[in-house]
C-alpha cells in the first residue's frame, strides 16, 4: 500500500505542465552521452524508481565535491559540465541530480531555500514549489564571469519566488 503525506506537505508544480519536470535543456542536459551514461550505470540493477533515485543523490552528494569546500576554482553549471568536472556549488549539483533523475525517467524538479546571512538580514524560507527549470538568477550567477569566491560573494538572494496563483 502506497501512502501519501498529508496534502499540506506536497510541494505543487511551479505551473508546468508534468512533461516540463522530464525535459532536457542547456543546463539540464540529461541527453549529453557522459550524463546519459552514467544514469544507466545509476539505474543498472535497480529495484525501482525509490532505488534509482536514492543512488542518483547519494553518487551527487558523495562523487560531486562542492566548489567551495573542495577549493577548487572552477565554476560550473550544465550538469555535463558538473559531471565532468567533479564539482560544482550546490546549485550546479542540483542541476546534475535532476539530469540523472530525468535521464532515468523520473520527473524532477528544482525547490529552493534561502538562508539568512549577517549581511542579508532574516529571511529564511523554504519554498513549497518544484521548478521545472532553474532560476534564472541562479543560471546567472553561474555563467557569470569569474572564480569560486566571486560567484560565492554574488550568489542570488532575493526573497522567496513568486509562486503560481500568488501576486
Same mark, same amino acid.
Given at each position: ?5 498529508? *496534502? #499540506? ?5 511551479? #505551473?508546468?505542465?508534468?512533461?516540463? +519536470? ?20 545509476? %539505474?543498472? #540493477?535497480? %529495484?525501482?524508481? !525509490? ?8 553518487f551527487v552528494r558523495?562523487?560531486?565535491r562542492h566548489s567551495?569546500? %573542495? ?8 550538469? *555535463? ?30 525547490? +529552493?531555500?534561502?538562508?539568512? +546571512? %549577517? ?10 514549489? &518544484?521548478w521545472a527549470a532553474?532560476?534564472?538568477?541562479? !543560471? *546567472? ?6 572564480? &569560486? ?17 500568488? *501576486?
Amino acid at each position: 500500500m502506497t501512502t501519501r503525506p498529508p *496534502s #499540506g506537505n506536497v510541494p505543487e508544480l511551479a #505551473g508546468a505542465e508534468e512533461s516540463a +519536470y522530464l525535459r532536457a535543456t542547456e543546463v539540464v542536459d540529461w541527453r549529453d552521452p557522459a550524463v546519459l551514461a552514467r544514469a544507466r550505470e545509476l %539505474a543498472a #540493477g535497480a %529495484a525501482g524508481p !525509490v532505488e534509482v533515485a536514492r543512488r542518483c543523490f547519494e553518487f551527487v552528494r558523495d562523487g560531486i565535491r562542492h566548489s567551495v569546500d %573542495a577549493g577548487d576554482e572552477q565554476v560550473t553549471c550544465a550538469a *555535463s559540465e558538473v559531471l565532468d568536472a567533479g564539482t560544482g556549488f550546490c546549485f550546479a549539483k542540483a542541476h546534475l541530480l535532476v539530469a540523472l533523475l530525468r535521464a532515468s525517467g523520473l520527473r524532477a524538479g528544482f525547490c +529552493y531555500q534561502r538562508l539568512a +546571512y %549577517a549581511a542579508t538580514g532574516p529571511g529564511e524560507w523554504d519554498s513549497r514549489v &518544484v521548478w521545472a527549470a532553474p532560476l534564472p538568477e541562479v !543560471v *546567472s550567477a553561474l555563467r557569470a564571469p569569474g572564480a &569560486v569566491a566571486d560567484v560565492a560573494a554574488h550568489l542570488p538572494d532575493h526573497p522567496l519566488p513568486p509562486e503560481p496563483g500568488r *501576486s
